[in-house]
Protein backbone atom coordinates (compact mmCIF):
# COMPACT_ATOMS: atom_id res chain seq x y z
CA UNK A 1 0.00 0.00 0.00
CA UNK A 2 1.10 3.35 -1.06
CA UNK A 3 0.60 6.52 1.12
CA UNK A 4 0.31 9.97 -0.45
CA UNK A 5 -0.46 13.08 2.01
CA UNK A 6 -2.31 16.30 0.49
CA UNK A 7 -1.54 19.66 1.53
CA UNK A 8 -3.18 22.58 1.27
CA UNK A 9 -0.97 25.91 1.51
CA UNK A 10 -1.74 29.40 1.22
CA UNK A 11 1.08 29.39 -2.28
CA UNK A 12 -0.40 26.10 -3.70
CA UNK A 13 -1.06 22.14 -3.09
CA UNK A 14 1.67 19.99 -2.18
CA UNK A 15 1.94 16.57 -2.81
CA UNK A 16 3.84 14.14 -0.73
CA UNK A 17 4.56 10.41 -0.73
CA UNK A 18 5.63 8.39 2.43
CA UNK A 19 8.29 5.33 2.39
CA UNK A 20 6.26 2.21 2.04
CA UNK A 21 5.14 0.63 5.06
CA UNK A 22 2.92 -2.19 6.38
CA UNK A 23 0.61 -0.20 8.97
CA UNK A 24 0.36 2.76 9.83
CA UNK A 25 0.66 2.23 13.36
CA UNK A 26 3.93 1.16 13.03
CA UNK A 27 4.93 4.41 11.22
CA UNK A 28 3.89 6.62 13.79
CA UNK A 29 6.56 6.54 16.16
CA UNK A 30 9.20 7.18 13.64
CA UNK A 31 7.22 10.01 12.29
CA UNK A 32 6.69 11.27 15.65
CA UNK A 33 10.78 11.22 16.75
CA UNK A 34 11.50 12.69 13.44
CA UNK A 35 9.09 16.33 13.35
CA UNK A 36 11.81 18.56 14.11
CA UNK A 37 14.72 16.94 12.16
CA UNK A 38 14.28 17.75 8.68
CA UNK A 39 17.04 15.24 7.47
CA UNK A 40 15.10 12.30 9.14
CA UNK A 41 11.77 13.76 7.88
CA UNK A 42 12.86 13.83 4.52
CA UNK A 43 13.75 10.25 4.89
CA UNK A 44 10.22 9.30 5.46
CA UNK A 45 8.28 12.18 3.69
CA UNK A 46 9.39 13.37 0.12
CA UNK A 47 8.14 15.62 -2.38
CA UNK A 48 6.16 14.52 -5.05
CA UNK A 49 4.86 17.38 -7.12
CA UNK A 50 3.76 21.33 -5.99
CA UNK A 51 0.95 23.35 -7.87
CA UNK A 52 1.70 27.06 -7.11
CA UNK A 53 -1.73 29.16 -7.41
CA UNK A 54 -1.67 31.84 -10.07
CA UNK A 55 -3.24 34.41 -8.34
CA UNK A 56 -4.57 35.86 -5.25
CA UNK A 57 -7.88 35.59 -6.57
CA UNK A 58 -7.47 31.95 -7.33
CA UNK A 59 -5.99 30.81 -4.56
CA UNK A 60 -9.07 32.72 -2.25
CA UNK A 61 -11.57 30.48 -4.62
CA UNK A 62 -10.13 27.50 -3.86
CA UNK A 63 -9.92 28.31 0.34
CA UNK A 64 -13.27 29.04 0.02
CA UNK A 65 -14.46 25.78 -1.99
CA UNK A 66 -12.75 23.55 0.48
CA UNK A 67 -13.88 25.50 3.36
CA UNK A 68 -17.29 24.06 2.37
CA UNK A 69 -16.42 20.30 1.50
CA UNK A 70 -15.42 20.93 -2.45
CA UNK A 71 -12.98 20.28 -4.97
CA UNK A 72 -11.99 22.91 -7.11
CA UNK A 73 -10.78 22.57 -10.28
CA UNK A 74 -7.75 22.70 -9.78
CA UNK A 75 -6.97 20.19 -6.52
CA UNK A 76 -8.80 17.41 -9.28
CA UNK A 77 -6.45 18.66 -12.15
CA UNK A 78 -3.54 18.43 -9.98
CA UNK A 79 -4.24 14.90 -8.42
CA UNK A 80 -5.51 13.87 -11.73
CA UNK A 81 -1.65 14.56 -13.17
CA UNK A 82 0.22 14.16 -10.11
CA UNK A 83 -1.23 11.08 -8.13
CA UNK A 84 -0.57 7.64 -9.48
CA UNK A 85 -3.77 5.37 -10.18
CA UNK A 86 -4.61 2.31 -7.61
CA UNK A 87 -3.70 -1.06 -9.03
CA UNK A 88 -4.46 -4.41 -7.27
CA UNK A 89 -0.58 -5.09 -6.35
CA UNK A 90 -0.34 -1.84 -5.54
CA UNK A 91 -3.18 0.43 -3.96
CA UNK A 92 -2.69 4.34 -3.31
CA UNK A 93 -4.13 6.26 0.14
CA UNK A 94 -4.43 9.84 -0.13
CA UNK A 95 -4.05 11.38 3.54
CA UNK A 96 -6.47 14.67 3.86
CA UNK A 97 -6.62 17.24 6.72
CA UNK A 98 -9.93 16.99 6.83
CA UNK A 99 -12.73 14.34 6.45
CA UNK A 100 -15.48 16.24 4.33
CA UNK A 101 -12.58 17.14 1.57
CA UNK A 102 -11.61 13.28 2.15
CA UNK A 103 -15.10 11.88 1.37
CA UNK A 104 -15.40 14.72 -1.68
CA UNK A 105 -12.01 14.07 -3.34
CA UNK A 106 -13.15 9.93 -3.22
CA UNK A 107 -16.47 11.16 -4.62
CA UNK A 108 -14.86 12.41 -7.64
CA UNK A 109 -11.77 11.06 -7.92
CA UNK A 110 -12.63 7.62 -6.93
CA UNK A 111 -9.16 7.88 -4.57
CA UNK A 112 -9.44 6.18 -1.39
CA UNK A 113 -8.93 8.48 1.04
CA UNK A 114 -7.61 8.89 4.86
CA UNK A 115 -7.47 11.37 7.95
CA UNK A 116 -6.65 8.92 10.80
CA UNK A 117 -3.56 7.51 11.95
CA UNK A 118 -0.35 8.88 11.28
CA UNK A 119 -1.87 11.32 8.71
CA UNK A 120 -1.97 13.69 11.24
CA UNK A 121 1.61 13.88 12.36
CA UNK A 122 2.86 13.71 8.70
CA UNK A 123 0.95 16.44 8.13
CA UNK A 124 2.37 18.37 11.06
CA UNK A 125 6.05 17.54 10.26
CA UNK A 126 5.09 19.34 6.49
CA UNK A 127 3.85 22.02 8.05
CA UNK A 128 6.82 22.57 9.99
CA UNK A 129 9.48 22.01 7.15
CA UNK A 130 7.52 22.83 4.00
CA UNK A 131 9.31 25.85 3.03
CA UNK A 132 12.69 23.76 3.44
CA UNK A 133 10.79 21.12 1.26
CA UNK A 134 9.94 23.29 -1.47
CA UNK A 135 12.61 24.57 -3.75
CA UNK A 136 12.94 28.46 -4.63
CA UNK A 137 10.43 28.73 -0.95
CA UNK A 138 11.55 30.21 2.30
CA UNK A 139 9.65 30.81 5.49
CA UNK A 140 9.45 34.85 4.17
CA UNK A 141 7.58 33.93 1.43
CA UNK A 142 5.78 31.20 3.31
CA UNK A 143 4.62 34.07 6.03
CA UNK A 144 3.86 36.44 3.51
CA UNK A 145 1.32 33.86 1.93
CA UNK A 146 -0.22 32.73 4.36
CA UNK A 147 -0.85 36.55 6.15
CA UNK A 148 -2.76 37.38 2.57
CA UNK A 149 -4.74 34.81 2.11
CA UNK A 150 -5.87 34.80 5.55
CA UNK A 151 -6.86 38.92 5.57
CA UNK A 152 -8.55 38.29 2.04
CA UNK A 153 -10.72 34.93 3.50
CA UNK A 154 -11.15 36.49 6.88
CA UNK A 155 -12.41 39.70 4.86
CA UNK A 156 -14.59 37.72 2.35
CA UNK A 157 -16.44 36.01 5.27
CA UNK A 158 -17.05 38.91 7.51
CA UNK A 159 -18.12 40.94 4.48
CA UNK A 160 -22.18 40.94 4.09
CA UNK A 161 -25.00 43.70 3.05
CA UNK A 162 -24.67 46.77 5.49
CA UNK A 163 -28.71 47.39 5.66
CA UNK A 164 -29.44 44.00 6.22
CA UNK A 165 -27.36 43.38 9.43
CA UNK A 166 -28.99 41.03 12.27
CA UNK A 167 -26.29 42.12 14.60
CA UNK A 168 -27.68 45.56 14.82
CA UNK A 169 -31.13 43.89 15.58
CA UNK A 170 -29.63 41.51 18.26
CA UNK A 171 -28.20 44.27 19.83
CA UNK A 172 -30.65 46.94 20.06
CA UNK A 173 -33.16 44.51 21.48
CA UNK A 174 -31.34 43.47 24.09
CA UNK A 175 -30.42 47.29 25.10
CA UNK A 176 -34.24 48.05 24.79
CA UNK A 177 -34.93 44.65 27.04
CA UNK A 178 -32.53 46.33 29.60
CA UNK A 179 -33.88 50.19 28.98
CA UNK A 180 -36.92 48.77 30.19
CA UNK A 181 -35.90 47.36 33.52
CA UNK A 182 -33.89 50.51 34.19
CA UNK A 183 -36.39 52.65 33.58
CA UNK A 184 -39.12 50.89 35.50
CA UNK A 185 -36.52 51.06 38.37
CA UNK A 186 -35.90 54.64 38.12
CA UNK A 187 -39.77 55.21 37.34
CA UNK A 188 -40.39 53.28 40.84
CA UNK A 189 -37.28 55.47 42.86
CA UNK A 190 -38.30 58.52 41.32
CA UNK A 191 -42.26 57.88 42.70
CA UNK A 192 -41.31 56.25 46.38
CA UNK A 193 -38.14 59.78 46.44
CA UNK A 194 -41.16 62.80 45.28
CA UNK A 195 -43.88 61.05 47.58
CA UNK A 196 -42.34 62.63 50.93
CA UNK A 197 -43.07 65.63 49.67
CA UNK A 198 -46.38 65.16 47.19
CA UNK A 199 -47.73 61.58 47.94
CA UNK A 200 -50.96 62.18 46.29
CA UNK A 201 -49.70 62.93 43.15
CA UNK A 202 -49.12 58.49 42.57
CA UNK A 203 -52.84 58.08 42.33
CA UNK A 204 -53.38 61.00 40.14
CA UNK A 205 -50.49 60.36 37.65
CA UNK A 206 -50.34 56.37 37.39
CA UNK A 207 -47.93 56.78 34.15
CA UNK A 208 -44.25 56.29 35.01
CA UNK A 209 -43.37 58.52 32.24
CA UNK A 210 -46.05 61.01 32.88
CA UNK A 211 -45.34 60.79 36.55
CA UNK A 212 -41.22 61.96 36.07
CA UNK A 213 -42.43 64.74 33.81
CA UNK A 214 -44.75 66.41 36.26
CA UNK A 215 -43.02 65.86 38.87
CA UNK A 216 -40.17 67.34 36.91
CA UNK A 217 -42.50 70.38 36.15
CA UNK A 218 -43.93 71.10 39.65
CA UNK A 219 -40.67 71.09 41.61
CA UNK A 220 -41.89 72.17 44.82
CA UNK A 221 -45.92 71.91 45.68
CA UNK A 222 -46.42 75.45 47.00
CA UNK A 223 -45.13 76.90 44.13
CA UNK A 224 -48.09 75.62 42.12
CA UNK A 225 -50.54 78.11 41.38
CA UNK A 226 -53.55 78.96 39.71
CA UNK A 227 -51.45 80.62 37.21
CA UNK A 228 -49.44 77.66 35.86
CA UNK A 229 -52.73 75.40 35.55
CA UNK A 230 -52.58 76.02 31.68
CA UNK A 231 -49.09 74.60 31.26
CA UNK A 232 -49.86 71.53 33.31
CA UNK A 233 -52.80 71.30 31.12
CA UNK A 234 -50.60 71.11 28.38
CA UNK A 235 -48.01 69.11 29.96
CA UNK A 236 -50.92 66.26 30.96
CA UNK A 237 -53.06 66.47 27.85
CA UNK A 238 -56.21 66.20 30.52
CA UNK A 239 -57.83 69.15 31.98
CA UNK A 240 -59.30 67.50 35.20
CA UNK A 241 -56.41 65.40 36.14
CA UNK A 242 -54.37 69.33 35.64
CA UNK A 243 -57.04 70.21 37.88
CA UNK A 244 -56.91 67.21 40.35
CA UNK A 245 -52.99 68.03 40.74
CA UNK A 246 -53.59 71.47 41.59
CA UNK A 247 -56.08 71.04 44.01
CA UNK A 248 -54.28 68.42 45.64
CA UNK A 249 -51.10 70.73 45.81
CA UNK A 250 -52.94 73.25 47.67
CA UNK A 251 -54.04 70.17 50.45
CA UNK A 252 -51.36 67.47 50.06
CA UNK A 253 -50.18 66.46 53.43
CA UNK A 254 -46.53 66.13 52.41
CA UNK A 255 -43.27 67.05 54.19
CA UNK A 256 -41.26 70.03 53.43
CA UNK A 257 -38.28 69.75 51.36
CA UNK A 258 -35.18 71.56 50.93
CA UNK A 259 -33.54 73.34 47.95
CA UNK A 260 -31.15 70.74 47.46
CA UNK A 261 -33.20 67.86 47.87
CA UNK A 262 -35.06 69.17 45.10
CA UNK A 263 -32.43 70.32 42.49
CA UNK A 264 -31.37 66.52 42.93
CA UNK A 265 -34.94 65.25 42.88
CA UNK A 266 -35.38 67.20 39.34
CA UNK A 267 -32.15 66.47 38.01
CA UNK A 268 -33.22 62.47 38.47
CA UNK A 269 -36.41 62.91 37.15
CA UNK A 270 -35.09 64.75 34.03
CA UNK A 271 -32.57 61.73 33.86
CA UNK A 272 -35.54 59.41 33.56
CA UNK A 273 -37.69 61.45 31.15
CA UNK A 274 -34.40 61.47 28.68
CA UNK A 275 -33.78 57.76 29.10
CA UNK A 276 -37.32 57.03 28.25
CA UNK A 277 -37.46 59.34 25.32
CA UNK A 278 -34.16 57.44 24.25
CA UNK A 279 -35.74 54.51 24.60
CA UNK A 280 -39.11 55.56 22.03
CA UNK A 281 -36.15 56.37 19.86
CA UNK A 282 -34.51 52.68 20.23
CA UNK A 283 -37.71 51.06 19.66
CA UNK A 284 -38.18 53.29 16.25
CA UNK A 285 -34.96 51.90 15.30
CA UNK A 286 -35.45 48.35 16.06
CA UNK A 287 -38.60 48.98 13.61
CA UNK A 288 -36.71 50.58 10.79
CA UNK A 289 -34.31 47.40 11.33
CA UNK A 290 -36.47 45.20 10.83
CA UNK A 291 -38.39 46.04 8.17
CA UNK A 292 -35.27 46.20 6.04
CA UNK A 293 -33.85 42.98 7.88
CA UNK A 294 -36.96 40.55 8.07
CA UNK A 295 -39.83 42.53 7.27
CA UNK A 296 -41.96 39.48 6.67
CA UNK A 297 -41.40 38.01 10.27
CA UNK A 298 -42.08 41.80 11.73
CA UNK A 299 -45.52 42.28 9.17
CA UNK A 300 -46.39 38.27 11.09
CA UNK A 301 -45.21 38.64 14.70
CA UNK A 302 -44.48 42.68 15.11
CA UNK A 303 -41.16 44.04 16.16
CA UNK A 304 -40.43 42.88 19.48
CA UNK A 305 -40.98 39.41 19.18
CA UNK A 306 -39.33 38.94 16.25
CA UNK A 307 -36.11 40.52 17.28
CA UNK A 308 -36.33 38.64 20.14
CA UNK A 309 -36.35 35.27 18.26
CA UNK A 310 -33.58 36.19 15.85
CA UNK A 311 -31.75 37.37 18.83
CA UNK A 312 -32.06 33.72 20.70
CA UNK A 313 -31.49 31.80 17.63
CA UNK A 314 -28.32 33.88 17.42
CA UNK A 315 -28.70 35.61 13.30
CA UNK A 316 -31.58 35.30 11.00
CA UNK A 317 -29.61 32.68 9.14
CA UNK A 318 -29.60 30.08 12.74
CA UNK A 319 -33.71 31.05 12.93
CA UNK A 320 -34.04 30.22 9.07
CA UNK A 321 -32.27 26.89 9.69
CA UNK A 322 -34.94 25.82 12.82
CA UNK A 323 -37.86 23.71 12.54
CA UNK A 324 -40.98 24.70 13.34
CA UNK A 325 -40.82 22.42 16.29
CA UNK A 326 -37.84 24.07 17.81
CA UNK A 327 -38.85 28.17 16.85
CA UNK A 328 -42.37 26.92 18.79
CA UNK A 329 -40.23 26.51 22.09
CA UNK A 330 -37.71 29.11 21.84
CA UNK A 331 -36.86 30.50 25.05
CA UNK A 332 -38.61 27.93 26.93
CA UNK A 333 -35.76 25.87 27.00
CA UNK A 334 -35.59 25.20 30.62
CA UNK A 335 -39.14 24.21 31.40
CA UNK A 336 -38.17 21.57 28.03
CA UNK A 337 -35.38 20.07 30.28
CA UNK A 338 -36.93 19.74 32.84
CA UNK A 339 -40.38 18.15 31.27
CA UNK A 340 -38.35 15.76 29.67
CA UNK A 341 -36.27 14.62 33.15
CA UNK A 342 -39.50 14.65 34.76
CA UNK A 343 -41.68 12.73 32.18
CA UNK A 344 -44.08 15.49 32.57
CA UNK A 345 -45.91 17.72 29.71
CA UNK A 346 -43.45 19.74 27.73
CA UNK A 347 -44.24 23.45 27.12
CA UNK A 348 -46.11 24.64 24.42
CA UNK A 349 -44.59 28.10 23.38
CA UNK A 350 -41.92 30.07 24.45
CA UNK A 351 -41.10 33.74 23.44
CA UNK A 352 -44.05 33.07 21.21
CA UNK A 353 -45.86 33.52 23.85
CA UNK A 354 -45.91 37.32 23.41
CA UNK A 355 -47.54 37.42 20.48
CA UNK A 356 -50.91 39.14 20.04
CA UNK A 357 -52.35 35.63 18.68
CA UNK A 358 -51.58 33.38 21.05
CA UNK A 359 -53.48 35.51 23.84
CA UNK A 360 -56.52 35.88 21.99
CA UNK A 361 -56.80 31.97 21.39
CA UNK A 362 -58.93 30.39 24.15
CA UNK A 363 -56.58 28.26 26.75
CA UNK A 364 -57.85 24.86 24.75
CA UNK A 365 -56.76 26.33 21.28
CA UNK A 366 -53.35 28.14 22.56
CA UNK A 367 -50.88 24.65 21.86
CA UNK A 368 -52.47 24.30 18.13
CA UNK A 369 -52.13 28.35 17.46
CA UNK A 370 -48.64 28.32 18.57
CA UNK A 371 -47.88 25.56 16.42
CA UNK A 372 -49.41 26.82 13.62
CA UNK A 373 -47.54 30.82 14.05
CA UNK A 374 -44.12 28.62 14.50
CA UNK A 375 -44.74 26.84 11.41
CA UNK A 376 -45.88 30.48 9.47
CA UNK A 377 -42.61 32.22 11.57
CA UNK A 378 -40.35 29.29 9.78
CA UNK A 379 -41.82 29.84 6.50
CA UNK A 380 -41.32 33.93 7.04
CA UNK A 381 -37.74 33.58 8.30
CA UNK A 382 -36.47 32.12 5.20
CA UNK A 383 -38.29 34.08 2.78
CA UNK A 384 -36.32 37.46 4.44
CA UNK A 385 -32.76 35.13 4.70
CA UNK A 386 -32.82 34.08 1.33
CA UNK A 387 -34.97 36.76 -0.81
CA UNK A 388 -32.67 39.08 -2.75
CA UNK A 389 -35.37 41.95 -2.48
CA UNK A 390 -37.53 41.78 1.09
CA UNK A 391 -40.89 43.07 0.86
CA UNK A 392 -43.34 42.57 3.54
CA UNK A 393 -46.00 40.52 0.83
CA UNK A 394 -45.68 36.99 2.17
CA UNK A 395 -45.62 38.32 6.17
CA UNK A 396 -48.89 40.03 5.70
CA UNK A 397 -50.09 36.78 3.60
CA UNK A 398 -49.07 34.54 6.53
CA UNK A 399 -50.66 36.90 8.76
CA UNK A 400 -53.79 36.71 7.94
CA UNK A 401 -53.43 32.92 7.45
CA UNK A 402 -52.87 33.11 11.08
CA UNK A 403 -55.97 35.08 11.34
CA UNK A 404 -58.15 32.50 9.32
CA UNK A 405 -57.13 29.79 11.71
CA UNK A 406 -58.17 31.72 14.96
CA UNK A 407 -61.40 32.39 12.92
CA UNK A 408 -61.46 28.17 12.31
CA UNK A 409 -61.19 27.39 16.21
CA UNK A 410 -63.38 29.91 17.16
CA UNK A 411 -66.09 30.29 14.37
CA UNK A 412 -65.59 26.35 12.51
CA UNK A 413 -64.93 28.83 9.35
CA UNK A 414 -63.00 26.66 6.94
CA UNK A 415 -59.54 28.82 6.00
CA UNK A 416 -57.98 28.97 2.77
CA UNK A 417 -55.56 26.46 1.43
CA UNK A 418 -51.80 27.21 1.81
CA UNK A 419 -50.74 26.92 -2.07
CA UNK A 420 -53.63 29.39 -3.18
CA UNK A 421 -52.31 31.61 -0.38
CA UNK A 422 -48.80 31.73 -1.50
CA UNK A 423 -49.82 31.15 -4.96
CA UNK A 424 -51.38 34.90 -4.59
CA UNK A 425 -48.56 36.32 -2.51
CA UNK A 426 -46.50 35.07 -5.62
CA UNK A 427 -48.16 37.14 -7.93
CA UNK A 428 -48.93 40.23 -5.83
CA UNK A 429 -44.53 40.14 -5.20
CA UNK A 430 -43.94 40.04 -8.94
CA UNK A 431 -45.60 42.87 -9.30
CA UNK A 432 -44.35 45.10 -6.79
CA UNK A 433 -41.24 44.38 -8.04
CA UNK A 434 -41.98 45.47 -11.76
CA UNK A 435 -43.37 48.05 -10.19
CA UNK A 436 -40.64 48.82 -8.22
CA UNK A 437 -37.85 47.88 -11.19
CA UNK A 438 -39.94 50.87 -13.19
CA UNK A 439 -39.58 53.32 -10.62
CA UNK A 440 -36.53 52.79 -10.43
CA UNK A 441 -35.70 53.48 -14.10
CA UNK A 442 -37.67 56.56 -13.77
CA UNK A 443 -35.54 58.11 -11.17
CA UNK A 444 -32.22 57.20 -13.49
CA UNK A 445 -34.16 58.46 -16.09
CA UNK A 446 -34.96 61.89 -14.50
CA UNK A 447 -31.13 61.79 -13.32
CA UNK A 448 -29.61 61.13 -16.50
CA UNK A 449 -32.39 63.65 -18.16
CA UNK A 450 -30.44 67.31 -16.83
CA UNK A 451 -27.37 65.69 -18.27
CA UNK A 452 -28.94 64.94 -21.48
CA UNK A 453 -31.08 67.24 -22.51
CA UNK A 454 -28.43 69.39 -24.66
CA UNK A 455 -28.41 65.87 -26.87
CA UNK A 456 -32.30 65.30 -26.83
CA UNK A 457 -32.84 68.89 -28.10
CA UNK A 458 -30.66 68.80 -30.99
CA UNK A 459 -31.46 65.24 -31.38
CA UNK A 460 -35.38 66.96 -31.80
CA UNK A 461 -33.94 69.24 -34.25
CA UNK A 462 -32.03 66.65 -36.58
CA UNK A 463 -35.77 65.19 -37.08
CA UNK A 464 -37.34 68.43 -37.78
CA UNK A 465 -34.71 68.98 -40.59
CA UNK A 466 -35.12 65.31 -41.38
CA UNK A 467 -39.00 65.56 -41.71
CA UNK A 468 -38.38 68.85 -43.83
CA UNK A 469 -36.38 67.07 -46.55
CA UNK A 470 -38.45 64.16 -46.92
CA UNK A 471 -41.48 66.46 -47.41
CA UNK A 472 -39.58 68.62 -50.17
CA UNK A 473 -37.80 65.79 -51.75
CA UNK A 474 -39.73 62.66 -51.33
CA UNK A 475 -36.61 61.06 -50.54
CA UNK A 476 -36.10 58.05 -48.02
CA UNK A 477 -35.71 58.28 -44.26
CA UNK A 478 -32.54 57.14 -44.73
CA UNK A 479 -31.04 59.50 -47.34
CA UNK A 480 -32.98 62.59 -45.21
CA UNK A 481 -30.94 61.67 -42.29
CA UNK A 482 -27.68 61.64 -43.86
CA UNK A 483 -28.69 65.16 -45.00
CA UNK A 484 -29.13 66.06 -41.52
CA UNK A 485 -25.77 64.63 -40.53
CA UNK A 486 -24.39 66.58 -43.42
CA UNK A 487 -25.59 69.78 -42.90
CA UNK A 488 -25.35 69.75 -38.95
CA UNK A 489 -21.88 68.91 -39.92
CA UNK A 490 -21.75 72.24 -42.62
CA UNK A 491 -23.36 74.44 -40.18
CA UNK A 492 -21.00 73.59 -37.49
CA UNK A 493 -18.26 74.28 -39.79
CA UNK A 494 -19.99 77.47 -40.77
CA UNK A 495 -20.28 78.77 -36.83
CA UNK A 496 -16.37 78.44 -37.00
CA UNK A 497 -16.11 80.40 -40.17
CA UNK A 498 -18.49 82.94 -39.61
CA UNK A 499 -15.95 85.46 -38.26
CA UNK A 500 -13.54 84.79 -41.24
CA UNK A 501 -16.66 85.59 -44.02
CA UNK A 502 -17.03 88.95 -41.82
CA UNK A 503 -13.62 90.41 -42.23
CA UNK A 504 -13.35 89.40 -45.63
CA UNK A 505 -17.24 91.46 -46.55
CA UNK A 506 -15.27 94.58 -44.65
CA UNK A 507 -11.86 94.12 -46.48
CA UNK A 508 -14.42 94.11 -49.92
CA UNK A 509 -16.44 97.46 -48.47
CA UNK A 510 -13.20 99.08 -47.96
CA UNK A 511 -11.75 98.45 -50.80
CA UNK A 512 -14.82 99.44 -53.11
CA UNK A 513 -14.93 102.73 -51.05
CA UNK A 514 -11.31 103.15 -51.90
CA UNK A 515 -11.75 102.60 -55.89
CA UNK A 516 -15.17 105.37 -55.79
Same mark, same amino acid.
Given at each position: ?????????????????????????????????????????????????????????? %?????? %???????????????????? &??? *??????????????? %??? $????????????????????????? /????????????????????????????????????????????????????????????????????????????? =?????????????????????????????????? +????????????????????????????????????????????????????????? +????????????????????????????????? $??? /???? +????????? &??????????????????????????????????????????????????????????? *???????????????????????????????????? *????????????????? *? &?????????????????????????????????????????????? =? &?????????
Amino acid at each position: MALYVLYEHAAGYGLFSVKEFEEIGMLLPQVEASILDLSRFNAIVKLVGFHPFKTAVA %ALNNVN %AISEGLVPDDLSGFLDTTLP &KSS *KKKQVTLGVSDAKLG %AAI $AEALEVQCSHIGAVPEILRGIRFHF /AGMVKGFTDQSAAVAQLGLGHSYSRCKVKFNVHRSDNMIIQSIALLDQLDKDVNTFSMRIREWYSYHFPELVKIVPD =NYMFAKVAHFIKDRKSLTDDRLEELEELMMDSEK +AKAVLDAGKMSMGMDISVVDLINIEMFAKRVIKLSDYRQQLANYLHSKMNSVAPNLQ +ALIGDQVGARLISKAGSLTNLAKFPASTVQILG $AEK /ALFR +ALKTKSNTP &KYGLLFNSSFIGRANAKNKGRISRFLANKCTIASRIDCFAETPSTVFGEALKGQVEERL *KFYEQGETPRKNLDVMKEAIQLASKQAETGGKKKKR *KAEETNGNGEAAVNGSA *K &KKKKKAAALDDTNGGDAEESMMQVNTSAVLDDSMNVTNGEKKKKKK =N &KNRQSAVEA
